[in-house]
T-cell receptor, first 114, second 115 residues
């Protein structure tokens, strides 16, 4: 069975600082990989996704993620965090070419200090 | 594009009543819709997957007679919480995907409070 681990439950960074949110997955083959963001009381917004090809993926709001097969990781990064980035971030995986059944990580809550 | 709406955004009801939540794909046809439940400060738990015109597939532990799902058209799925009880209070989120597409687009969620 596939699983997703987000090791950091909470992260606090200063505004303007760089950010990296970790995501590790366990799956027999290379899955499809996603990052979603959830603001309080809201649904999830897709930040970016990786299906194949270039392992560095650019997303919305200045976010990027890098797929590293050797480490089974798909970490999310942003060079300079804005106060509006404070939210909950979810990494998710789904089987490639086998439907779109998502398995979510536990989430990482990002807080931004002024 | 790929906008999903939910209605209502929040609802308060008395114990024993039924509540219907609608999920609509506004600018695309969704052959598959998903219903999730999210408890405070937790991740999303998939409740069921619905395909247009067929019965929903429920995840283990989810009571299908309790949570009725109907996906009658390519743009609308409904979740009815029957005989709601306080333990059903939660944040319910739907998502939808286009045919042959691997990405789910999420609605804004519905917060249910059962008194």
């Amino acid at each position: 069975a596939q699983s997703v681990t987000q090791p950091d439950i909470h992260i606090t960074v200063s505004e303007g600082a760089s950010l990296e949110l970790r995501c590790n997955y366990s799956y027999g083959a290379t899955p499809y990989l996603f990052w979603y963001v959830q603001s309080p009381g809201q649904g999830l917004q897709l930040l970016l996704k990786y299906f194949s090809g270039d392992t560095l993926v650019q997303g919305i709001k200045g976010f990027e993620a890098e797929f590293k097969r050797s480490q089974s990781s798909f970490n999310l990064r942003k060079p300079s965090v804005h106060w509006s980035d404070a939210a909950e971030y979810f990494c998710a995986v789904s089987p490639a070419n086998a439907g779109n059944m998502l398995t979510f990580g536990g989430g990482t809550r990002l807080m931004v200090k002024p | 594009g790929a906008v999903v709406s939910q209605h209502p955004s929040w609802v308060i009801c008395k114990s024993g009543t039924s509540v219907k939540i609608e999920c609509r794909s506004l600018d695309f046809q969704a052959t598959t819709m998903f219903w999730y439940r999210q408890f405070p400060k937790q991740s999303l738990m998939l409740m069921a997957t619905s395909n247009e015109g067929s019965k929903a597939t429920y995840e283990q532990g989810v009571e299908k007679d309790k949570f009725l799902i109907n996906h009658a058209s390519l743009t609308l799925s409904t979740l009815t919480v029957t005989s709601a009880h306080p333990e059903d209070s939660s944040f319910y989120i739907c998502s939808a995907s286009e045919p042959n597409q691997e990405t789910q687009y999420f609605g804004p969620g519905t917060r249910l409070l059962v008194l």
